[in-house]
């Protein structure tokens, strides 16, 4: 007989890598199969800036995701957690991360004008 509650680690939450200035690419590693106690139904991503707290769900086949509509040149502190039918278990560490801004952009295109410029001297 299985006992199903909740998972008792988190899933390894691997990489957050911002995109654009709104959107960010989220990868985790799924719950040890040892630590699901149970089935996992869905992966929920936390993410926060500042006092502003929003949280995507995805399928429990699902190891990453891109989150979008964020805010220009904010900083976000990114988690993931794994769902059983009895509830969520541990967050991961976090990973943070600043989503691109107007001025990023400019200093990168700066950047490949002065590249530009050298090499063509």
């Known amino acids: 007989m299985l006992y199903v509650t909740v998972p008792s680690s988190a899933p390894l939450l691997k990489a957050v890598t911002v995109l654009n200035s709104t959107s960010v690419k989220v990868e985790w590693q799924q719950v040890p199969p040892k630590d699901r106690r149970g089935i996992i139904t869905k992966y929920v991503i936390f993410y926060e800036a500042g006092k502003e707290t929003n949280k995507t769900e995805v399928h429990e086949s699902v190891q990453e995701t891109v ?12 988690r993931v957690w794994a769902e059983t039918v009895k509830g969520a278990g541990p967050k991961s560490n976090p990973k943070n991360v600043t989503t691109e801004g107007k001025e990023i952009k400019l200093i990168k295109a700066l950047f490949s004008c002065l590249v530009l410029t050298c090499y063509a001297m």
């Open 67 to 78: 989150v979008n509509g964020l805010r220009q040149s904010t900083r976000y502190s990114f």
